[in-house]
Antibody, heavy 120, light 108 residues
Framework: QVQLVESGGGLVKPGGSLRLSCVAS????????MHWIRQAPGKGLESISY????????KYADSVKGRFTISRDNAKSSLYLQLDSLKVEDTAVYYC?????????????WGQGTLVTVSS | EIVLTQSPDTLSLSPGEEATLSCWAS???????LAWYQQKPGQAPRLLIT???SRATGIPDRFSGSGSGTDFSLSISTLEPEDSALYFC?????????FGGGTKVQIK
């Protein structure tokens, strides 16, 4: 079945870095846009970055631009998010989600999420 | 950026009743590219509705979506205990893709 599994979350100090991974299975990963979405504790959902199927196009929310980097390895069916210069307000559950073959598409499925906690 | 506003914040209903959740967009959503998701505690969001009114695969027909332009709604007829969850709308018609703040449905 179509599945996404994230890993790499944890506790990090402000200013620190983490690399999140998302491994896909059950579909042709290289055909799809992929997205990262986060949800701060008790809050709503924020779409923070996406990447095109061939990595030719990436986009970031203003809240993470210049600090986070999205990438993918189609040979490994994997999506990544490099988180640098982390702030306390980056504390959230980070989800990866499959987009569509075209950009303007819904997100389905989502991974189970990985928790990033930024605290001194 | 398209801002989505959901109401009410919380809906408390009994099993068997009908729930109606609203999602307003400003400005309007191109091509009615609006989705609804259900999220239960500790779980990832689950896709319910795409294109404002099309049920996703495996979604029971008691879930229905409607609306266009700026006004959208999700109806859950004949509420069941397992429908207790947080419901989000999302627009994917214009980047950045944005989410509403969510409506919590509580089953009495």
């Amino acid at each position: 079945q179509v599945q996404l599994v994230e890993s790499g979350g944890g506790l990090v100090k402000p200013g620190g870095s983490l690399r999140l991974s998302c491994v896909a299975s059950g579909f042709t990963f290289s055909d799809y846009y992929m997205h990262w979405i986060r949800q701060a504790p008790g809050k709503g959902l924020e779409s923070i970055s996406y990447i095109s199927s061939t990595s030719s196009y990436t986009k970031y929310a203003d809240s993470v631009k210049g600090r986070f980097t999205i990438s993918r390895d189609n040979a490994k069916s994997s999506l990544y998010l490099q988180l640098d210069s982390l702030k306390v307000e980056d504390t959230a559950v980070y989800y990866c989600a499959r987009g569509g073959i075209v950009l303007r598409s819904w997100f389905d499925p989502w991974g189970q999420g990985t928790l990033v906690t930024v605290s001194s | 950026e398209i801002v989505l506003t959901q109401s009410p914040d919380t809906l408390s209903l009994s099993p068997g009743e009908e729930a109606t959740l609203s999602c307003w967009a400003s400005p309007s959503i191109p091509s009615n590219n609006l989705a609804w998701y259900q999220q239960k505690p500790g779980q990832a969001p689950r896709l319910l509705i795409t294109g404002a009114s099309s049920r996703a695969t495996g979604i029971p027909d008691r879930f229905s979506g409607s609306g266009s332009g700026t006004d959208f709604s999700l109806s859950i007829s004949t509420l069941e205990p397992e429908d207790s969850a947080l419901y989000f709308c999302q627009q994917y018609g214009s980047s950045p893709f944005t989410f509403g703040g969510g409506t919590k449905v509580q089953i009495k």
